[in-house]
Structure formats: C-alpha cells, structure tokens
C-alpha cells in the first residue's frame, strides 16, 4: 500500500461521519463505529466514528479498507480533517487491510494507492515503518512450523541483519552446550529440527539507553511428552509470536532510527516427542547453575526463556531494560481475555511506563501482580526450583515468578514480563487484527523505546 500526500482521483473517496443524516439513513447507516456503507456509484464508502479519539480513527479506517475487500478497487482517496490522525488513519488502512494469502492459490486485489491531503508527512512516514513491522511479525507467525523452523526463523533474521545493518549472531546446538544452556537445549531435543538462538542487535551511535528484548520462539508446541489434547494443540505455531514480534520491533526501530541501543534474543525451538524427548521428572541445569524440576514438558516456554534470560544478562553490557515477550500461559487468557496483553515485573515504574505505551499503541494490557504466596508454590523438593506451581490457579504469575529466578540481582527493577498469550493469536477478525496473527507486541515494544528516548533529552 503506497501513501500519496496529495489529491487525486480515486475509485473510492472514504469519509469519516460522526453522524448519520436523512440521505444515509436510508441505507441503515447511523454513523457507528465499525459500520461502513458504500455507495459505489457515487465513489463514496462512509465510515463511522463516534468518538473523536486515536484509536476510533484506527478502527474506522479499518473498517473502511476491510469494506472494500473482493471489490477490486485499487485506489482510495482521504481528506484528512486533522493531521493529527495521520498515524491513526495509516496504521488502520495498513493492519486492517492484512490477509494472509501464502497458502492460497487466489490472491485478493488489494488496494494499492491511497492519496492523503492534509497528512502530517511524517507521521504518515513512522507509522507506516510500524505498520509494515507488524505485517512483517503477523507473516512469519502465521506461517506453518514446517516452513518456519528455527533454521528458517535464524535465516529471516539474517535477512533482516544484511537489510537494515544490524548485528547478527546465531548459535547452534553445540554452541550452547558450550553455553551450558541446559533448559533450552532439552526442550529441542526430540525435534526432527536444530534448536537455534538468535541474537539481532541495532547499535546506533546515539543511543540513550541499552534494552534488550527476549523472546519465546517455539515454532510448534505439540506440549512434547505431556502432549497437548488435538484441539488445544491446533495454532500452536503461533508460539513463536514473542520472537517473531521482537524481530519486528528492531526492524521497526532501527528504520525510525531511534536512538536506543537494541538487543533481541530469540530462543527458536520446537517442543516434540520422541524417544528423547526430556521428561516430566527431569532435572535441568540452567546456564547460571541453577537446577529446575520439570514436571509438565508443555511449561516448556519459560525453561526456553530461563537460558535466554541468562545468556541477554551475561552478553549485553549496561543494560538499562530488559522485556520478554512470550505466548506463556494459557492461563494469562484466562484472566484477561484473548484481547488483553499481561504484564508482571517488581517495578511500578516499569509499568507506568509500559501502560503509557499501551495507551500510545492502542494496544490493552493489564497488571497482574506478584505475590510472596504464590512465589512459594514453585518450591521443588528435588531441584533449585520448580518450573510449575504446585496449584492450578494464578498460572500466569507463577510463571513469571519462574521467570524472576533468572532475573540477576541488579537487573530486577528493569524486568517487565509481557504475556501475550492472549492477543498473539486469535480466529476471528477483531477490530484492526485479522484472522490468526495479530503481531502483539510490535506496536507496545516500539512506543515504550519511543518513550525512552524522549526521557533523556
Ligand atoms: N504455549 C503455551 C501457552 C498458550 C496456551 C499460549 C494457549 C497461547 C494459547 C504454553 O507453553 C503452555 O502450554 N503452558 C501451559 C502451562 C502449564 C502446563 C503449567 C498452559 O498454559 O496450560
Ligand atoms: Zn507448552
Ligand atoms: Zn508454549
């Protein structure tokens, strides 16, 4: 989808109404958000939008784009009231109009030029860098865990390097074996496919401040020995979508140019089984020395982001915050919903900051917070620590109570944990995010860096 900030004819001129009027009443339209109606022989497709607020904009703007989807109309023209919804109009237009057509035979005819009069250029510029991003995160989760494999997801990163300048480093089984990467290693292990760690990093000159940001990268979750049930198994290749939104932050950050030094570590590997698959019973060792009880081969995401963790810690210097973005509990779903991101860290400034992002992004999160009780069920009698709490209720805080075990010292106030077990992946269409993939992450990870490069002027 290409930008002209200029006007022009277009097969459809959309228009943005807060309120219906006598003529477009009698199409049964009245003005509400999400509700469009096209009058092609005029060339005009109204959008509702009841409230004056960035993210109404988004919705209408997708909803809009979304109308016109199998119309095969191919240009669209929009006269902006108010610069200010630049962002808003492109990033709706942009993530709305996303289909996944890999696997089809027939492709759709998208819309390939919208003409903008009164856009902000800029504006118009960032959030299609972000947008791009996303649509780039949504590809590579949506597709199959037989093309996407941690080799596969290890060469699109290389890609990305060679693109956008970035630092590049992947490790392969014997390399973390050298790294004592014992968590991570026996979740891989009954794969027919290698395990890799990957480590992208953008280093402008200007940086402000060092971040790094872990993701979980399972390319398929069968559950491994404690297999998952048929139905809890299907869109398990969405479990790569912390990794996958964390490449699409450093490609989104190193185009905006912002002046933070950037880390992504990676942790892709596919949980199966086979003769040698790790066990329930188990007892790993961890790359800082701890041991950890494996009761449950499906928590198999937190004993990958226990050595990525550590590995981020030990490698990156001066580290100012540390984020891990993963699909880690069911449970997180449970609690918030499918459409809400949740998020756990030690610091209340550290989710001020990220609920300010949220709000930028238009992307919901919720706070769960930690509890000495709850911290006291992953105990194990056998090992250092337990990988699951010993009752069935707060799963996701328990989880990131685990996490916290490989969290140093000095670095416990710069941790944020970001489940996006919810939102990574949804059948159905919602709002601006599609059917699958939504790219969770991209945007709320982007607007938190935005923000910290603005702090220290
Ligand atoms: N990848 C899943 C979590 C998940 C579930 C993500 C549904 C998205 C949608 C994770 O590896 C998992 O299976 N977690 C278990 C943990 C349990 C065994 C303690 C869960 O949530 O049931
Ligand atoms: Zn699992
Ligand atoms: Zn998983």
Redesign the pocket.
């Known amino acids: 989808m290409e930008f002209i900030l200029e006007s022009n004819e277009a097969d459809i001129h959309i228009i943005f109404q807060n309120k219906s009027d006598e003529f477009l009443e009698k199409f049964g339209f009245e003005a509400k958000l999400e509700q469009t109606c096209l009058l092609p022989e005029k060339g005009l497709l109204y959008t509702g939008l009841e409230d004056d607020d960035e993210e109404s904009v988004k919705l209408a703007a997708a909803a809009a784009i979304k109308a016109l989807r199998g119309k095969k109309i191919t240009s669209v023209a929009i006269d902006l009231s108010e610069k200010k919804y630049s962002k808003a109009v492109v990033e709706g237009l942009m993530l709305g109009a996303y289909s996944f057509e890999k696997y089809k035979n027939e492709k759709s005819t998208p819309v390939e030029t919208v003409y903008l009069t009164g856009a902000d250029a800029d504006a118009v510029a960032q959030a299609q860098i972000v947008s791009v991003a996303t649509n780039y995160t949504r590809d590579i989760i949506n597709t199959t865990p037989d093309d996407a494999t941690p080799a596969v997801i290890a060469s699109l990163a290389t890609e990305l390097a060679n693109s956008n300048n970035l630092g590049c480093v992947v490790l392969d089984t014997e390399q973390m074996e050298e790294e004592k990467m014992g968590s991570m290693l026996a979740v891989g292990r009954a794969s027919a496919h290698e395990s890799k760690l990957i480590h992208l990093s953008y280093t402008p000159e200007n940086a402000k401040q060092t971040v790094a940001i872990i993701g979980k990268g ?1 390319t398929y ?1 069968s ?1 491994g020995l ?1 297999l ?1 049930p048929g139905d ?1 198994m299907t ?2 290749k ?2 790569k979508s912390g990794g996958c939104a964390a490449m699409g932050i450093i490609k989104a950050v190193s185009e905006l140019k912002l002046p933070v030094e950037l880390h992504v570590v990676v942790g892709a590997v596919e ?1 199966m089984i086979g003769g040698n698959a790790y066990k329930p019973d188990d007892v790993l060792r961890a790359k800082n020395g701890k041991t950890i009880e494996v009761k ?1 081969t ?4 937190r004993l990958v982001l226990a050595d990525c963790l550590c590995y981020a810690q030990e490698k990156i210097e001066n580290l100012d915050s540390i984020l891990d973005m993963a ?5 997180c ?1 449970v609690g918030v919903g499918e459409y809400t991101t949740g998020l756990m860290a030690h610091s209340k400034k550290m989710i001020k900051k990220m609920n300010k992002a949220s709000q930028k992004s238009g992307e919901q999160v919720a706070y769960l917070p930690f509890n000495r009780f709850l911290k006291k069920l992953i105990k194990s009698e056998v090992a250092d620590v337990c990988h ?2 010993s009752s069935r209720y707060g ?1 996701a805080i328990t ?1 990131a109570h685990f996490l916290d075990e490989f969290i140093e010292e000095k670095n416990k106030d710069k941790w944020v944990h970001i489940d996006i ?2 939102p ?2 949804v059948e159905r269409e919602w709002g601006y995010n599609p059917f699958g993939a939504s790219g969770a992450g991209v945007r709320l990870g982007v607007e938190y860096l935005r923000q910290i490069c603005k702090k220290k002027d």
């Open positions: 399972l979750d559950g404690s998952k809890f869109t398990m969405s479990d949980n449950n499906d928590a198999e995401g699909t880690l509990t069911g449970a779903a699951i709490a799963g989880a077990a919810g990574a992946f």
